[in-house]
């Protein structure tokens, strides 16, 4: 090494040593309120504006303990939460257009409650399977569609004001079955058959029975009056 290159290096290093020492922001800092999209900072008893960085996925709230960063336009982001002194909950606050990938099982689990809120949601699965103790369904209007529909509920209570079901075929079994109208039962059928294997009673304080052609009683006994 010649004597020309010892004194370069040491010109050198005696600039930097006479250059003032840029003031390093604090490592941390206390949310005071939030303005919109600016948070203010208690830093050393002085109030300083910041940003929320993208990575910052949780949003600050007052009282926070934050780490902080600043960049070369001397701009303060907040880069995460480091504390929260009171219990005030979380928010996630994720941008636009997000989508949540995982290659295989998601578990979202919840001590309390689960709240889902969105102007739409969609669900889309090739097997969906729901288990609850218990479930309420509300709703203005709904629509059901698909090409089979099994169920198997042990007990049914339903009430409604008005019930219309329009099908092409439709068979029904029933191994006990009541039927109870307050008002009028009407029915109405191109033609009707009725098969009893044992009894067949009809009891009514009035009874017409009106044919256009032909009326037929057939039986080994009949008893009128």
């Known amino acids: 090494m010649n004597v020309s290159t010892v004194v370069d290096k040491v010109s050198a290093m005696n600039s930097l040593d006479s250059m003032p020492l840029k003031t390093l922001p604090p490592a941390s800092a206390v949310v005071v309120s939030i303005d919109s999209d600016v948070f203010l900072l208690n830093i050393n008893d002085a109030i300083e504006s910041a940003y929320k960085a993208f990575s910052c996925l949780i949003l600050p709230i007052a009282g926070d303990k934050v780490a902080l960063f600043q960049d070369q336009n001397g701009e303060l982001w907040i880069t995460a939460i480091l504390a929260r002194s009171n219990n005030q909950g979380s928010s996630l606050s994720l941008p636009e257009n997000c989508k949540l990938t995982c290659p295989d099982d998601l578990t979202l689990m919840s001590a309390n409650k689960l709240i889902l809120m969105s102007d739409e949601i969609i669900q889309m699965s090739h097997k969906y399977v729901q288990k609850s103790e218990q479930l309420t369904v509300d709703f203005s209007k709904a629509v059901v569609k698909g090409e089979k529909l099994a169920s198997y509920i042990s007990h049914i ?35 009707m058959g009725r098969k009893v294997d044992g009894l067949y009673s009809m009891n009514s304080k009035h009874t017409v029975m009106l044919s256009q052609k032909d009326t037929k009683i057939d039986g080994e006994h009949i008893h009128m009056g």
């Open 157 to 191: 209570n339903q009430v409604s004001d008005f019930i219309s079901q329009t099908s092409k075929s439709m068979m029904q079994k029933f191994f006990s079955y009541v039927r109870k109208t307050d008002q009028a039962d009407q029915v109405q059928a191109g033609q």
